[in-house]
């Protein structure tokens, strides 16, 4: 299972709590195609479903539709219904997509087929406090809520939006939870204020297990995906990648090699056997061998327009990524890193 959070970056967290505060109180086929027309403003995060690249943009309040097999542009959603504001991170599960609204403190749902909203979930029905991180999977809606003493994880049922339960205790260890990634067994919560990773049974919600050391490096953990044997956790601040066993907790590795050219690593997503990392102000992708660790490329060429790459996705052959200040979307082909187009 691939990774669905994409997360604040420190620079933009501040403007938004400042926002939060206010509030309460088409392309073409080829190796190189640019869309001129402008349909992306501050994208942060993109998921594959169905047929479709569903992708938020932050600065615009809207979220767009890519179509996944010629890179259309199929439309943007932003009207009074949906009342996106600051969309931060998109997951998606079947022919659901669940977007987080930090600046509304409210998570919305779509219909992946046509784009219409099922629901909009807010905090007169449930509190959340400035949701940002979100992941899905058969049952649960996991969705982390950032906001200092109210840092917690709010559990919904997948099928109808309904409230099951908010994950907050001093044992938990939650501070600042930016991302979380569900297997649908246990699901992984970074928070990133303690440098720490809390596991929780889907079930129960009970905790298993935090993991906190200085031998798991973690510095700002920021993202989160996990495999089928093994998580994998961005360090923004620290430039590296913390690996370790999905079953147990033990720390695996510790990639930080100077070869990998981390630089503030944001988004992750596991495709096959690889590893797929922005790095969002290197203005790159660093690929990895998910059996090893080791690296296979670093992807950094002109044509491949980065600008603060930030989400990434996976969906069959190709690679989409979000670049926030290029206002753009970049496809590659997962098979060797090779560009397909960048969409505008």
Known sequence: MMDTTRLIKPARFL?????????????????????????????????????????????????????????RFIGSIHTREENFRQPQVVAAFGRHVWITNPGGNAVTELDATNGSMIRNIDSHSIRFHVPVGIAVDKSFV?????????????????????????????????????????????????????????????STGVLMRVLKSARYGFNNPTSIAVSATRV?????????????????GRLV?????AKDKFVQPDGIAIGGNRVWITNFNGNSITELDASTGSLVQIIKAAKDKFVQ????????????????NGNSITELKSGNGGLVRVIR
């Open 232 to 248: 994998w956790v961005t360090n923004y601040y620290g430039n590296s990648i913390t690996e370790f066993d999905a079953s147990t």
């Open 15 to 71: 403007l938004l709590l400042l926002a939060v505060e206010f509030l309460i109180l088409n392309s073409t086929i080829g190796n190189a195609s640019t869309v001129s027309k402008q349909h992306f403003s501050g994208p942060t995060s993109d998921v594959v479903s169905g047929q479709y690249v569903w992708v938020t943009n932050l600065s615009g309040n809207s979220v767009a539709e890519i179509s996944t097999t010629t890179g």
């Open 142 to 202: 996991w969705v982390t809520n950032i906001s200092g003493s109210d840092s917690s994880v709010t559990q919904l049922n997948a099928d109808n939006g309904d409230f099951i339960r908010v994950i907050k205790g001093k044992s938990d260890m939650l501070d600042e939870p930016k991302s979380v990634v569900s297997d649908g067994t246990y699901i992984w919560v970074t928070s990133s204020q303690n440098d720490s990773v809390s596991e929780f049974n889907t």
């Open 253 to 257: 590795q510790i990639i930080k090699a």
């Open 309 to 324: 790459p930030d989400g990434i996705t996976i969906g069959g052959n190709r690679v989409w990524i979000t670049n926030f």
